[in-house]
């Protein structure tokens, strides 16, 4: 279902018009709420292989290469990739405003001083790359680093049941998914940022100031030519160049209405429902 609907924002967020009617539950763009939303299904299928303990991440070898279907590992890529591309597409097309505050409530902007010399961080529009870094990718990081923080907490709490866990597989070891979130920003652009981040508060929400969200008059393009690899993908050989379009086809997202397939279905509920 999360899948169908990131495909469902991409396919009507991205286009040059954006949507020609108003489509229920499309995030509006036009307020950060909904910027939200997009930045925190993208996160989600960014980290898809992490918050999976059966995924390639954890039971893949070199010795047992076959362990994580293939069909499997490569839908994961795509999806990640249409995420990255989806929230690049946002920060792209859209500009962040900020208001000034003072300096001890925020971290983004230049400081100066108001008429009573206090400290203050001055008012700052971000666009583009400078928004997805200043933006996205704090938040990213910061979700990263309180999903290896709620690891430990929930082993803590666990006890016995994450011993009876263990013995049947599902279970991975906080330091485990500690070492799988390092490696999946190893040798990644935001490798030194992950390392460096300095956290003042781990949680999964947004804590940073409210930007006023604006489309940009110019309208840019969705980048096709992001990929949805990760430092394991390219460890085990995933390489989708290799895929066959027989494949390609078997891991798109049908989101058409009037595809063979949900006609079948439709003719067969339609069918049972005279029988019965």
Same mark, same amino acid.
């Given at each position: 279902m999360l899948s169908r609907l990131l495909s469902f924002y991409e396919k009507h967020l991205t286009k040059p018009s954006g949507p020609s009617t108003p489509v229920?539950?499309?995030?509006?763009?036009?307020?950060?709420d909904g910027v939200l939303d997009i930045m925190v299904i993208c996160n989600l299928f960014e980290f898809s292989d992490l918050l999976n303990a059966f995924t390639k991440m954890f039971k893949t070898t070199s010795e047992n290469g076959a362990e994580v279907p293939v069909l499997d590992a490569y839908r994961?890529?795509?999806?990640?990739? #249409?995420?990255?591309?989806?929230?690049r597409w946002v920060f792209m097309n859209h500009s962040?405003?900020?208001?000034?505050? #003072?300096?001890?409530?925020?971290?983004?902007?230049?400081?100066?001083?108001?008429?009573?010399?206090?400290?203050?961080?001055?008012?700052?529009?971000?666009?583009?790359?400078?928004?997805?870094?200043?933006?996205?990718?704090?938040?990213?990081?910061?979700q990263a680093y309180a999903l290896e923080e709620y690891a430990f907490r929930a082993e803590d709490h666990r006890g016995s049941d994450a011993r009876d866990d263990r013995q049947d597989g599902s279970y991975v070891r906080p330091d485990e998914f500690q070492d799988a979130m390092q490696l999946h920003f190893n040798g990644s652009e935001l490798e030194n940022f992950y390392l460096s981040f300095r956290l003042v508060n781990r949680t999964l929400s947004w804590n940073g100031p409210i930007p006023v969200v604006m489309r940009l008059p110019q309208f840019t393009e969705?980048?096709?030519?992001?990929?949805?690899?990760?430092?394991?993908?390219?460890?085990?050989?995933?390489?989708?160049?290799?895929?066959t379009s027989r494949d390609n086809n078997s891991l798109e997202d049908n989101n058409n209405d009037t595809s063979k397939t949900s006609q079948k279905r439709r003719k067969t509920r339609a069918s049972t429902s005279k029988h019965n």
């Amino acid at each position: 279902m999360l899948s169908r609907l990131l495909s469902f924002y991409e396919k009507h967020l991205t286009k040059p018009s954006g949507p020609s009617t108003p489509v229920e539950h499309l995030p509006d763009l036009t307020n950060f709420d909904g910027v939200l939303d997009i930045m925190v299904i993208c996160n989600l299928f960014e980290f898809s292989d992490l918050l999976n303990a059966f995924t390639k991440m954890f039971k893949t070898t070199s010795e047992n290469g076959a362990e994580v279907p293939v069909l499997d590992a490569y839908r994961s890529v795509r999806l990640r990739a #249409k995420a990255r591309r989806l929230v690049r597409w946002v920060f792209m097309n859209h500009s962040f405003s900020f208001e000034a505050v #003072k300096a001890s409530d925020s971290e983004m902007g230049a400081e100066s001083e108001d008429e009573d010399g206090d400290k203050e961080k001055g008012s700052r529009t971000l666009t583009g790359q400078a928004a997805l870094e200043n933006i996205y990718n704090v938040f990213l990081v910061q979700q990263a680093y309180a999903l290896e923080e709620y690891a430990f907490r929930a082993e803590d709490h666990r006890g016995s049941d994450a011993r009876d866990d263990r013995q049947d597989g599902s279970y991975v070891r906080p330091d485990e998914f500690q070492d799988a979130m390092q490696l999946h920003f190893n040798g990644s652009e935001l490798e030194n940022f992950y390392l460096s981040f300095r956290l003042v508060n781990r949680t999964l929400s947004w804590n940073g100031p409210i930007p006023v969200v604006m489309r940009l008059p110019q309208f840019t393009e969705a980048d096709h030519s992001i990929d949805g690899l990760t430092p394991t993908d390219a460890q085990y050989g995933l390489d989708l160049s290799s895929f066959t379009s027989r494949d390609n086809n078997s891991l798109e997202d049908n989101n058409n209405d009037t595809s063979k397939t949900s006609q079948k279905r439709r003719k067969t509920r339609a069918s049972t429902s005279k029988h019965n």
